[in-house]
């Protein structure tokens, strides 16, 4: 595997395309990477993504289908309770118009649709509109995903019989982290939804976010969890510090940054999708620029195109004709389980 000479960055680009999991020398080196050696970093995350993922580049969209009064009070979020914001309240939407707003973004490119909502886990009623959201949602010929707190294996049983196909359950940060931003629930009650939804062999997104004040340790430790849960669809979400939070102080991650986070995630987890969400534009700049060509080329395989939760996202075109002119296989992946 290693070369005469090889230094421990080149041992740890040449570890993740055996698909073997980084030593402490090599994960240092990625971790620990000097700017002049970006570039070389970067162009190893590339590589391994060719190896275990080619070229495709799948897109997906959301919908806040219910948004505002969380019981929960993590810290980064503007839906939550104990935090004064302008983020928008409102009910679970009616299931017709999730239905439109699926079949709107299939016509914009997206392959998978997730339906998202505020709370732990949602009322009897909203079950049941979360239920007829998710039948028009594969109607409108999308992959349905659903992002709702914590469900039961009834409950996610029922959602399959209605043609769910995956599930989002971010873990958000390392375990070692989670109380410094979130008390309302515990670390392995999130855990225990990933690992549920796996066994009914969904596809499952489970990720993170990145600029909270975690250390490079603690992003190696999430990282770290999601591959010994099995975890292959990993969304990649950066801080917006929204006004009325806890983090509404924290500065933005600088681009470089963010490039280095998505390449320790690619050397990790080599044959994961990784899926670049929230704080993209914000972050990397508008769509079309310099900084958005680099989220493409970063080892990344996917994107959220189309808004975010509380936050307005890029048009979609602009995402799709950058994707085009840099090459990417744009084909229908929507389908294929866990994938």
Sequence with gaps: MSEPGMDDLGRALALALENRALDDAALAAVTDCAPADLPRLLDGARAVRRKFL????????????????????????AQSSRHHTQSPRHGFLDPGEIGRAAAEMRARGAQRFGIVASGLAPSDGDFDKLLRAVELVAAAGLAPDVSVGVLTRERLRRLKDAGLSGVHHNLEVARSFFPHICTTHDYEDDVA???????????????????????????????????????????????IPIAGTRMEHRPVLAPAEALRILALFRLMLPAAHLRVCGGRGTVFGPAGEAGQRAVFDSGASGVMIGDYLTIAGAPPEADLALARAMGFDLADTAAGGRE
């Design 54 to 77: 080619g070229g495709a580049l799948s897109l997906c969209a959301i919908i806040n289908a219910k948004s505002g009064a969380c019981t929960e009070d993590c810290a980064f979020c």
């Design 193 to 239: 939804a990933v690992r549920l939804a796996l066994a009914e062999g969904l596809f499952v997104c489970s990720g993170g976010i990145f600029g909270l004040g975690e250390s490079w340790a603690q992003r190696a430790e999430l990282a770290a969890t999601l591959r010994e849960l099995g975890v292959v669809n990993v969304p990649m979400n950066f801080l």
